[in-house]
């Protein structure tokens, strides 16, 4: 089983910045692909952007193409999603989740943390 946690989250303004971090326990995650997902009031939720193991795999959302960025740091189970210029349209609950490399499901949730962006 693998155990994660959420936090970073808070209230800013817009073009502010914040940075989220996941920290994974159970086990190692040095095998697994980790995501971050969004989800919005009356919105589906909706990947934002993930990491493969090795680091040299990542993936974003149109919408946060230049502005997020994610990193991991595989020797404290630990990954990070740089979140800048942010908008009211970023505000939403922020999970992580994992996956074992050789799985199409994210199979592993965090609680969640809030980001609320204001205008």
């Known amino acids: 089983q693998v155990q994660l946690v959420e936090s970073g989250g808070g209230l800013v303004q817009a073009g502010d910045s914040l940075r989220l971090s996941c920290v994974a326990s159970?086990?190692?995650?040095?095998?697994?692909?980790i995501g971050w997902f969004r989800q919005a009031p009356g919105k589906e939720r909706e990947l934002v952007a993930s990491?493969?193991?090795?680091?040299?795999?990542?993936y974003y959302q149109d919408s946060v193409k230049g502005r997020f960025a994610i990193s991991r740091d595989n020797a404290r189970n630990t990954v990070s999603l740089q979140m800048n210029n942010l908008t009211p349209d970023d505000t939403a609950v922020y999970y992580c989740?994992?996956?074992?490399?050789?799985?199409?499901?994210?199979?592993?949730w965090g609680q969640g943390t809030q980001v609320t962006v204001s205008s």
């Open positions: 990491i493969y193991w090795d680091s040299r795999t990542t």
């Open positions: 159970g086990r190692t995650v040095s095998n697994y692909v």
């Open positions: 989740a994992a996956k074992f490399r050789t799985q199409s499901d994210y199979n592993y």
